[in-house]
């Protein structure tokens, strides 16, 4: 069934409405597009199948919503996941193993934390829906579905894995003068998604309540949410949690709830897509780490879980030279990747300070 393609009322984004919707809000600017329905046009019986089961367009009445629910609610809340894993393929930007962390992390959201697997929105080149490929339209599209009616109990997760860059802030709210960035399949065309527009997406709707965690692999990703609180640990388990929250005082934290993310290293450093990990194949030495540490039992809590990533990155890059670091600025400035140690450290970033040794890891 096609879809209808409309300008936003507020900053003209094009938005993709679903079939039978009388109005649609924007995910960027929060603008609500009101469409004048075609005279006599019957009602769809069902909506798009990109937004998939559990979405609701905002005007649309639906006959049977149990039939579009990603699972039966429970006391403690949905579960809800986006996935994204971008391989660029057939381009110099090319990545080995980012669809295979999509995939893993896919397999261990549903057998090991319990996701529904049709709560789980999968963005990758392999997918044959036109409207579920990582494209700059469908990453926006998905991030807003992924809050989009989120209650107090729900648990979130949106997992990237591909390039990250930088470039310079003009607002004065980056204590480094940088903002981090997102590649889609299209960037070249379409440009980058800025930290600035993730945190207003994924961060800032989150009610009291509700529990989004991120897992950013790419490089530059350290603060790639924008989150107020960067955490700073050394080897010996102290840390200290950096105050990252604007000189200008815009609030870049939740609505009541509770935003965490784990990204593949600091907003300086590059990520790794190496085979040096696994032995077998390609994939993201953050995506790889955090797994095995799961599997393993280091994710207890926030500081064993991250203690354990590191770890595996340090005696691989100790013990192989690493493999490919696949920063999109080195590729532009060189014409390609480099072999090089695996230097990257895997950073923790939160809405709000607390005891990483302490505090529970749970999905």
């Known amino acids: 069934m096609a879809l209808m393609l409309v300008n936003c009322s507020g900053c003209r984004t094009p938005l993709q409405l679903p079939p039978g919707a009388k109005s649609i809000r924007c995910a960027i600017c929060k603008a609500v597009t009101h469409i004048a329905e075609p005279r006599g046009a019957p009602y769809p019986p069902q909506p798009s199948a990109y937004y998939g089961q559990g979405f609701q367009p905002p005007s649309a009445p639906m006959p049977n919503p149990q039939q579009y629910s990603p699972a039966p609610p429970s006391s403690h809340g949905k579960k809800k996941a986006v996935i994204c894993g971008i391989s ?38 392999e997918e044959r829906d036109p409207l579920r490929t990582p494209t700059k339209h469908n990453m926006r599209m998905a991030l807003f579905w992924l809050t989009q009616g989120c209650q107090a109990g729900d648990s979130l997760v949106f997992h990237y894995s591909g390039h990250g860059s930088q470039q310079r802030n003009r607002s004065g709210d980056e204590i480094d003068g940088f903002d ?24 800032r709707p989150l009610l009291p309540g509700v529990r989004l965690h991120a897992f950013i692999d790419a490089c530059h990703s350290g603060t790639v949410l924008d989150l107020p609180f960067l955490c ?21 934290g939740t609505n009541g709830g509770e935003a ?104």
């Open 88 to 125: 660029y393929r057939y381009t110099r930007y090319e990545l080995k193993g980012c669809l295979n962390d999509a995939k893993c992390m896919k397999y261990l959201l549903i057998n090991k934390f319990k996701f529904p697997e049709s709560s789980i929105l999968m963005l990758t080149e």
């Open 260 to 363: 965490i993310s784990i990204s593949g290293c600091d907003d300086n450093q590059t990520s790794a897509d190496t085979s040096a990990l696994s032995k077998i194949t390609s994939t993201g030495a953050m995506t790889y780490c955090f797994i095995q540490a799961i599997e393993k039992g280091f994710g207890t809590n926030y500081g064993s879980l991250l203690n354990a990533m590191r770890n595996t990155i340090r005696e691989t890059g100790a013990s192989s030279g690493g493999g490919p670091v696949t920063s999109l600025i080195t590729m532009l400035l060189t014409g390609g990747s480099y072999s090089g140690g695996l230097t990257q450290e895997p950073q923790l970033t939160s809405t709000e300070p607390f005891d990483i040794h302490a505090k529970p890891f749970y999905l």
């Open 180 to 203: 981090e960035t997102l590649l889609p399949l299209d960037f070249e065309t379409q440009g980058m998604i800025v930290d600035d527009e993730i945190n207003a997406t994924i961060v």
């Open 232 to 252: 700073r640990l050394n080897r010996n388990g102290q840390f200290v949690w950096e105050d990252h929250r604007p000189r200008t005082g815009v609030w870049k």
